[in-house]
């Protein structure tokens, strides 16, 4: 049975939540953005961290060796550095400084494919590995993480007072399943409905600004912040960032884009299950990045071809440059 589920609740009784209160120990690799802001928030609630970066203005430590030494046994290590070749080195790293009964998060964006070889590499030193999605941004400090983990419940319990200190009070944590990369499949698949909902709202706004009827947009976003049914967060930044700039003048029409939305669409092809929307909010951040799309172009001669109709074979008129 589960011992670690919705809301950062445990079905252990009276040591479970001995467990969630008590302070931890733990080292921090990566104290950016989010992990500074993380640091700041666990040590609010009464936790000891001992953070490492690269930075040495920001780190605790000289390095990935000192932090793992200032700890007490057994080691937590929770890693937030970008996905890919870094968080593998600095798990390659860990394996050779921490012994039988420590425990690594990683809390970074990883592919939830890179969660399961992690997990096999640390096990073969007796280490422990929880992988927990994060999401939060810049607002996680006041506000609270939403963490979705995945990992045995042993490693989940060993690590739940951190959980409990990240999480918002009201809920915000699951422990989504046992296997590693339950938690940061979950976290893909939400970022993946976030590129589609960021979507129609931009979708939205641009029709409103380009129809000559609607006289104040802002307004128009600001009055469907409440008793609507497409009311958000994501609506209520969209709001606040129109407030500042009624038309985004100050803004390039460019996105980019983090992985995870791109590994949303590869899984969901491997497992045939169609993704209509989040698909397309993808692709329309690869258009984003296009002066001139070449797509396009093969278009305009295509309808050219069969219907006679119009090319532009320069900029167009009223462009700049």
């Known amino acids: 049975m589960r011992t670690a589920g919705y809301r950062g609740r445990v079905t252990e009784g009276s040591a479970a939540s001995a467990r969630r209160s008590r302070p931890m120990h733990l080292g921090l690799v990566g104290l950016g953005k989010m992990g500074g802001n993380m640091r700041t928030r666990l040590r609010n609630a009464g936790h000891t961290v001992v953070g490492y970066d690269r930075n040495q203005d920001l780190s605790d430590s000289t390095s990935l060796a000192d932090m793992v030494d200032q700890l007490p046994e057994p080691k937590v290590v929770w890693v937030m550095v970008p996905a890919g070749d870094p968080t593998h080195g600095t798990i390659d790293e860990l394996k050779g400084?921490?012994?039988?009964?420590?425990?690594?998060?990683?809390?970074?964006?990883?592919?939830?494919?890179d969660d399961q070889a992690h997990a096999a590499q640390l096990a073969e030193r007796g280490i422990g590995f929880v992988d927990c999605g994060v999401s939060g941004g810049?607002?996680?400090?006041?506000?609270?993480?939403?963490?979705?983990?995945?990992?045995?419940?042993?490693?989940?319990?060993?690590?739940?007072?951190?959980?409990?200190?990240?999480?918002?009070?009201?809920?915000?944590?699951?422990?989504?399943?046992?296997?590693a990369g339950a938690g940061h499949f979950a976290k893909m698949v939400h970022n993946g409905i976030e590129y589609a909902m960021m979507q129609a709202y931009a979708e939205g706004w641009e029709l409103l600004e380009a129809v000559d009827l609607v006289e104040n947009v802002p307004e128009v976003f600001a009055s469907w912040r409440e008793g609507t049914v497409i009311r958000s967060w994501l609506l209520d930044?969209?709001?606040t960032a129109l407030e500042d700039d009624h038309h985004l003048e100050a803004l390039e029409g460019?996105?980019?884009?983090s992985g995870e939305g791109r590994w949303t669409v590869q899984a969901a092809i491997d497992h045939a299950v169609p993704m209509n929307a989040i698909a397309a909010s993808l692709f329309a951040r690869f258009a984003s990045r296009q002066d001139d799309s070449p797509a396009m172009k093969a278009i305009a001669a295509m309808r050219n071809q069969?219907?006679?109709?119009?090319?532009?074979?320069?900029?167009?008129?009223?462009?700049?440059?």
Request: hydrophobic content about 40%; charged content about 15%.
């Open 237 to 239: 930044l969209l709001t």
């Open 306 to 321: 069969f219907g006679g109709h119009a090319v532009h074979v320069g900029p167009p008129a009223g462009a700049q440059g």
């Open 138 to 179: 810049v607002w996680g400090l006041e506000n609270g993480y939403a963490l979705m983990c995945g990992g045995a419940d042993e490693f989940v319990a060993t690590a739940q007072p951190i959980f409990d200190a990240l999480k918002p009070d009201g809920g915000g944590f699951v422990h989504a399943g046992q296997k």
């Open 254 to 257: 460019w996105a980019d884009d």
């Open 97 to 113: 400084l921490l012994g039988e009964g420590d425990l690594v998060i990683d809390g970074g964006n990883s592919r939830y494919t």
